[in-house]
C-alpha cells in the first residue's frame, strides 16, 4: 500500500491530540515530522505537548521542530487555556517526553523535508499559519514541490468562532494566513463551514474514555475538559473534532464538497480582523474594481459540506469506527 507522506505543522491543543492519535494510528498515512506555532498555547509548551503525544504512540523516531513563537506582527495574545486547559492537553498535567525537538528550526525542517520528496508530501497545518509563511520565505520553490496544504481555519461562508468575524487560528495571525492562501501552491481551506459539521458525540467520547494503550488514555483523559467547553459554550453534543477533519478528506475526499474562490484575509485593526473573505463569482466578476484586492490571487478549493454519517474513519490506535463521527450536511 502506499502511503501518504504528511508534515503536520501543530499547536497542541486538545482536537489537535486527537488529530495526531488519527494519524499516527493509521496505516495509510505516514508522518515524517512535525512543527510546532503558538496558537492555543506558547510554542515551547506546544512543543512538549507534541513531543509527548509522538512519545505515547511509540513514534519518538519523528522528529520535532519548534516554530514561531508569535504573529508576523504582533505579539502572542496568551492562547486558549478555556478551551484547551493551562496545559494545552485538558489541564491533565502529564510529565514531559524524555525525547527533545530538533535544533532545526520549523520553516527549516519543513522546506527540507518537502524538498527531500518533490511532489510526494502533504502539509497538513492545524494551527496558525505562520511556519508556512516562513517557510514561503526559506524556499519559495515549495509552492511547487508539495503536494498538497491542508488547511484547518477560516471561515468563508459563516461567523467565526474566536469572533463574529474570525475563525481562532486565522485570527492568530491573519497576516500569515493572507500569505498562505495566497501562494499559488495546491490548497484545500477546511474552515468552520465543514468542521462545525463534524463532531464526536458524547456516546462515542465515552467509548473512546474506555480504551488502553498510552496514548489513547492519555487522549481520553484530556477531552473531558474541551468536551465541558463545547457542550456549555457552543451548545453541542460532545466535541467538534476541527483538527482531524482534514485527515478525513485525505482518506476520503469524495466525502466532501468544495468550491473555488479567491480569498483574502482581512489583516487591518478593527473587528473584521482574520476574517477570510472569498470573492464571489467568476474571472468576469473578478475584473471589476470593487474586487481589486482578489486580483491575481490563486483559487482556494474550499469545504463547504460533508457527507454525513459516511466519514467513518478506521483507526487500529483507536481500535473502533467513530460512529457519528459528522452530522449531516446542511
Not at 518533490?118 to 526559506?138: C, D, F, M, S, Y
Amino acid at each position: 500500500m502506499d502511503k501518504r507522506l504528511l508534515m503536520i505543522d501543530t499547536d497542541p491543543g486538545v482536537d489537535d491530540a486527537l488529530a495526531l492519535q488519527f494519524a499516527l494510528g493509521l496505516p495509510q498515512f505516514d508522518v515524517r515530522a512535525l512543527t510546532t506555532v503558538f496558537g492555543n498555547v506558547a510554542v515551547e509548551l506546544a512543543t512538549t505537548n507534541a513531543l509527548r503525544l509522538l512519545h505515547l504512540a511509540g513514534r519518538a523516531d519523528i522528529p520535532v521542530a519548534q516554530g514561531a513563537a508569535h504573529p508576523l506582527a504582533g505579539a502572542f495574545d496568551g492562547g486558549a487555556p478555556f478551551v484547551h486547559g493551562d496545559d494545552g492537553q485538558g489541564n491533565t498535567n502529564h510529565p514531559p517526553a524524555p525525547t527533545q525537538a530538533v535544533a532545526q528550526p520549523a520553516a527549516e525542517l519543513l522546506a527540507e523535508v518537502v524538498g527531500r520528496h518533490p511532489g510526494q508530501v502533504t502539509l497538513v497545518a492545524l494551527g496558525p499559519l505562520t511556519n508556512l509563511a516562513h517557510a514561503l520565505r526559506v524556499r519559495p520553490s515549495l509552492v511547487h514541490e508539495v503536494a498538497e496544504v491542508v488547511v484547518m481555519g477560516g471561515n468563508a461562508f459563516c461567523a467565526g468562532n474566536a469572533t463574529p468575524a474570525a475563525e481562532a487560528n486565522v485570527l492568530s495571525d491573519p497576516d500569515a494566513a493572507d500569505v498562505v492562501l495566497g501562494a499559488g501552491w495546491p490548497l484545500t481551506l477546511f474552515g468552520l463551514d465543514v468542521t462545525q459539521q463534524v463532531n464526536l458525540p458524547g456516546a462515542v467520547l465515552d467509548e473512546l474514555a474506555r480504551l488502553t494503550g498510552p496514548l489513547s488514555a492519555y487522549v481520553g483523559q484530556g477531552v473531558p475538559f474541551y468536551r465541558r467547553f463545547c457542550e456549555r459554550v457552543r451548545q453541542i453534543d460532545g466535541i467538534y473534532v476541527h483538527d482531524a477533519t482534514p485527515l478525513a478528506y485525505l482518506l476520503a475526499p469524495e466525502l466532501f464538497r468544495f468550491v473555488h474562490h479567491p480569498v483574502r484575509v482581512d489583516t487591518p485593526p478593527g473587528i473584521g480582523r482574520g476574517k477570510t473573505w472569498p470573492a464571489p463569482g467568476g474571472p468576469a466578476q473578478l475584473q471589476r474594481p470593487a474586487l481589486r484586492p482578489w486580483h491575481g490571487r490563486p483559487a482556494v478549493k474550499i469545504a463547504v459540506g460533508v457527507q454525513g454519517h459516511a466519514v467513518r474513519p478506521q483507526s487500529s490506535a483507536l481500535g473502533l469506527a467513530w460512529p457519528g463521527w459528522a452530522s449531516p450536511a446542511p
